[in-house]
């Protein structure tokens, strides 16, 4: 099966083919996006051979169409092959103590749960604007400043790599909560129970490569 590529995986091939060779850099900016942005793509294209990355000089276009080969390997895998232990906290929790949390655990995304459920997802992003903007980390919850559900891309264990690839990429975030889906009083909840990042997914496909 071959992956579909997202728009802008296109774009940056296209960027490449017209311009190689060329940085990262230069291919963010181009795209008016910071370079961070672009690893889990530029992963993708790299690995799958469409791009070809060489050390201070930059990206090639290989002159490949498709990632058949690498996708059919790729697919193998699931979330639940490669996803971590979550870092948790209740919406009731003060900023001080997720920030505490966030440097202990050394995580970019806190996910925050009510009556043990998922209800949103805080990021260092976050927590820099609150302290930019004065307030009063001892006192201030959690739950005032985190991104709520439902505007939370998740993914769950029995999804493949590929798709949560692409729904990071998509929804532009270093990591998705892997979720169990549950019913209680006739709604459906979320329940965390891993999560899958940039840096788990580049770690496979570094590892497939090497095969």
Do not use: H, W
């Amino acid at each position: 099966m071959v992956i579909e590529l997202t728009k802008r995986q296109k774009k940056i091939i296209e960027i490449v083919k017209n311009n190689e060779p060329i940085s990262s850099e230069k291919i963010a900016e181009k795209l008016g996006v910071i370079r961070a942005t672009l690893r889990p793509d530029l992963s993708i294209l790299t690995m799958s051979g469409i791009l070809d990355a060489r050390p201070k000089v930059g990206y090639f276009y290989s002159g490949k169409s498709d990632i058949n080969v690498f996708s059919q390997e790729a697919e193998k895998y699931l979330v639940e092959d490669v996803m971590k232990m979550p870092v948790v906290v209740t919406e009731d929790s003060t900023i001080y103590d997720a920030i505490v949390t966030l440097f202990l655990e050394d995580t970019g995304t806190i996910y925050v749960v009510a009556n043990n459920y998922l209800s949103g997802v805080v990021s260092r992003k976050d927590f820099l604007k609150t302290l930019m903007g004065g307030g009063d980390m001892n006192k201030m919850p959690v739950g005032m400043i985190m991104t709520r559900m439902p505007n939370l891309a998740t993914v769950t264990k029995n999804e493949t790599i590929i798709e949560a690839a692409n729904r990071i990429v998509e929804n532009e975030v270093d990591s998705l909560p892997v979720v169990e889906v549950m019913e209680e009083n006739g709604k459906e909840r979320l329940k965390v129970i891993g999560k899958v990042s940039k840096s788990n997914i580049t770690e496979l496909f570094v590892n497939l490569c090497k095969k």
